[in-house]
Antibody, heavy 120, light 110 residues
């Protein structure tokens, strides 16, 4: 069974930094691209970033480009999201998600989500 | 990267069919056959129910079907059941390695 467990969220001041982790199990982590998707309180889903299976390719939404960095450690089956220069509008539940076999455009397994609150 | 447009709400009685629309542009929905739909129950993570416009992952009931015409994609839920009450989100590839989601539709089973 695929399991994705996020950690590292919490309260941070505007301009601060935070690193999210996503521990994966139940599948060959190194074979799959991974996404981060976020959801502001009471709002819809927003794609944040994707990383290729080997970590060589990374892409970002314009809203986080230059501030967030996605990375992975395949030896630890763990995905990361380093978030810098955080803003109030980054407040959201952040989900890590495994790509579907068809394409990284779809995510077929999701973590339980981790709340990040940016506030003074 | 503008969000795709979905109606905020939809409803139907048990056994009925309901269709949810997802409108984009020629840069996303209309330009690629990479539309997907997710179901999200309150407090839960999203679940993939349709990908590549009309394909269903294993385990998803065939009551769920997807289609696309021009810049608008649609999700149809047939034979509505109480457990179908949830939020539904569409998503599309938008070129240049970007994904865009819709604003979501709250489906109520009356």
């Amino acid at each position: 069974e695929v399991q994705l467990l996020e950690s590292g969220g919490g309260l941070v001041q505007p301009g601060g930094s935070l690193r999210l982790s996503c521990a994966a199990s139940g599948f060959i982590f190194s074979s799959y691209a991974m996404n981060w998707v976020r959801q502001a309180p009471g709002k819809g889903l927003e794609w944040v970033s994707v990383i290729g299976s080997s970590g060589d390719k990374t892409y970002y939404a314009d809203s986080v480009k230059g501030r967030f960095t996605i990375s992975r450690d395949n030896s630890k089956s763990t995905l990361y999201l380093q978030m810098n220069s955080l803003r109030a509008e980054d407040t959201a539940v952040y989900y890590c998600a495994k790509r579907h076999s068809s394409s990284w455009y779809y995510s077929d397994s999701w973590g339980q989500g981790m709340l990040v609150t940016v506030s003074s | 990267q503008s969000a795709l447009t979905q109606p905020p709400s939809a409803s139907g009685s048990p056994g009925q069919s309901v269709t949810i629309s997802c409108t984009g542009s020629s840069s996303d929905v209309g330009g690629y056959n990479y539309v997907s739909w997710y179901q999200q129950h309150p407090g839960k993570a999203p679940k993939l129910i349709i990908y590549e416009v009309s394909k269903r992952p294993s385990g998803v009931p065939d009551r769920f079907s997807g289609s696309k015409s021009g810049n608008t994609a649609s999700l149809t839920v047939s034979g509505l059941q109480a457990e179908d009450e949830a939020d539904y989100y569409c998503s599309s590839y938008a070129g240049s390695n970007n994904l865009v989601f819709g604003g979501g539709t709250k489906l109520t089973v009356l």
